[in-house]
């Protein structure tokens, strides 16, 4: 019996890293319509990977014992988090969606064949 099985649509944030790495598209959807509170930008943007044949996992918060080992999608709050994670990624650029229901789909370009910053943004941005 193998031990190592994977939810079917959730990933904790080092699967996230590791199946970007790999080729899946990183996507930013927006749950909460941007707005701004002082000098920064406030919303609600979730993250799944989408494999090429088009499955998608939800990305979740590792479980700790203040959530009771609950497992939860990630949220981020705010735009500055959302750059923070996809540079953290290795991404360059960031399109992010910033109406409530839209979305932004993102893929590392294989670093041999790097394209430069614009073709790579003008791939990427795909609704």
Known sequence: MSWDI???NVVTEARFRE???RGYSAE???QETAHQKGPSYYGVWIMRVVSDEGVEKLLVTARTRTTYNDIKIREFKT???VVSFFLGLGFTHVDLPLVAGTSRSHKLAPS???PTDKAASDKSADS
């Open 79 to 81: 735009v500055s988090g």
């Open 19 to 21: 199946l970007v790495e």
């Open 28 to 30: 930013i959807l927006c």
């Open 6 to 8: 994977e939810a079917p």
């Open 112 to 114: 041999a064949t790097a």
